[in-house]
């Protein structure tokens, strides 16, 4: 399967742990972004990476919150002291540069804070 | 702050019949707006729209732009209960870096 991975698929943590999910995008997909999603809603963005540059990040994204993509392959999103109101469904997508939009997103990792 | 309101949120049919759901946007350097669709979990791309007026068709979808009035419908005709799912509207700014969805509209297809 060449389309983005992301896991684990499903986490459940007690409130103040750390959790960290992976994704790994389509290989040649230079561009990696991260979006949360609750029920009911749009994905929300959170950041982006062109390469391993963050480029971007949410003016609302909590500084418990932290990315990497450091070899600009694969990505890990860490949350730090987990709160209940973190628990939302956390979508990767990559994209080629030039493809502005078209993003190819993953199953997502569904994040359970109890 | 980029803004998107879809409208219906929900919307029932029964197959065979047309709908049309509804984007409005406000976004302060508009570049593109896109439509997904969301059966179970991953979003996938279905339009991209920069140009007022010109549609975009795929088989029995449909699209179209109106850049004065800031929004664009999503026509999908002959619908079948495989076209059930979440249609989500986003759009983007010139710097392309991010997507701001909408809250979606669940449209279900019954036999």
């Known amino acids: 399967d060449t389309g983005v991975s992301q896991n684990p698929r499903h986490k459940i943590t007690k409130r103040g742990q750390n959790v960290t999910f992976r994704c790994d995008p389509i290989s040649e997909h230079n561009r990696l972004y991260w979006y949360r999603q609750t029920l009911g809603q749009g994905p929300e963005f959170l950041t982006y990476f062109q390469n391993e540059a963050q480029l971007e990040k949410s003016r609302l994204l909590s500084d418990r919150f932290s990315a990497e993509r450091p070899k600009g392959s694969f990505s890990t999103l860490e949350i730090q002291r987990t709160e209940q109101g973190d628990s939302a469904m956390y979508l990767c997508a990559s994209s080629l540069f030039w493809a502005i939009g078209e993003l190819f997103f993953g199953e997502g990792s569904r994040l359970t804070v109890l | 702050e980029d803004k998107v309101v879809q409208s219906p949120l929900s919307l029932v049919v029964h197959e065979g019949d047309t709908v049309t759901l509804n984007c409005s946007y406000e976004?302060?350097?508009?570049?593109?707006l896109l439509w997904y669709k969301q059966e179970k979990k991953a979003p996938t791309f279905l339009f991209m729209l920069?140009?007022?007026?010109i549609e975009k068709k795929s088989g029995r979808l449909s699209s179209i732009l109106d850049k004065k009035e800031l929004f664009s419908i999503l026509n999908i005709t002959a619908t079948q209960t495989g076209d059930s799912a979440v249609y989500l509207c986003?759009?983007?700014?010139?710097?392309?870096?991010?997507?701001?969805f909408g809250e979606g509209t669940q449209l279900t297809v019954n036999p």
């Open positions: 920069t140009s007022s007026g």
């Open positions: 986003a759009v983007t700014e010139t710097s392309g870096s991010r997507l701001t």
């Open positions: 976004v302060t350097n508009f570049r593109s």
